[in-house]
């Protein structure tokens, strides 16, 4: 996945954002993306490599792997930092389709017509509502991917010891995770930039309320 150009697009937003959205964006970039890319890709690149379980039975190891870790903790936050910047971008878009649509204006009509946008990027009519239901989404989906980990993974921690008993597994067998504690500590990390960037989309949501 190229985040650089995601990076690219990103900011692009920024001189269209609040004070609140200006840290939101500063949030995301440093303490998630850059966090993802340089460190936690490579903290998750061997959970399933070293996934060690005190039994050679063909298939245990794969089975009981796939019931501890249903899904990577990466591929997650991949998919929560996509879903996350896109309703940025819609407003990057609305605000791009009014300048289109104020140049065509000023084509047809000459510099003496009427302008339909002063100020494109002005968060008023439905721009003002593009903008409050980006951030509603934002913190929806925050929240949502709050819980999966949570019903995931309890208390957002990864044990050193699971013991499984599937199918093929002859009994119940040991299994140990590689770096428990190290990727603990980058989940954890996870949890409160997410839970930042929650509260700050609900405070900016609060003020553009209270502006109009």
């Known amino acids: ?48 490599k070293d996934f060690d379980c005190n039994t050679r039975q063909p298939g245990c190891t794969n089975v009981c792997f796939d019931y501890f870790f249903p899904i990577s903790h990466i591929r997650l936050w991949a998919l929560q930092l996509i879903l ?38 002005k968060k008023r009519g439905g721009l003002w509502w593009t903008y409050l239901l980006s951030l509603i989404f934002k913190a929806g989906v925050d929240a ?14 990864l044990p050193r010891l699971v013991k499984c008993e599937l199918p093929p597994c002859p009994n119940v067998v040991d299994c140990f995770i590689s770096r428990p504690t190290e990727k603990t500590i980058f989940t954890l990390f996870m949890v409160v930039t997410t839970c930042i960037c929650i509260v700050l989309s609900l405070m900016e949501a609060t003020y553009l309320i209270s502006k109009r």
Request: aromatic letters at 16%.
């Open 1 to 48: 996945m190229n985040w650089a150009a995601l990076e690219g697009l990103l900011n692009g937003v920024n001189k269209y954002s609040t004070a609140f959205g200006r840290i939101w964006l500063s949030i995301v970039f440093i303490f998630r993306l850059l966090v993802y890319v340089v460190a936690a890709e490579r903290v998750w690149s061997d959970d399933h």
């Open 144 to 157: 949502v991917f709050l819980y999966i980990f949570y019903r995931f993974y309890r208390n957002y921690t």
């Open 84 to 121: 996350v910047t896109c309703p940025s971008l819609l407003v990057a878009m609305h605000v791009a389709y009014r300048e289109v649509k104020e140049q065509k204006r000023r084509a047809a009509g000459g510099d003496g017509c009427r302008h339909g946008y002063l100020s494109p990027g």
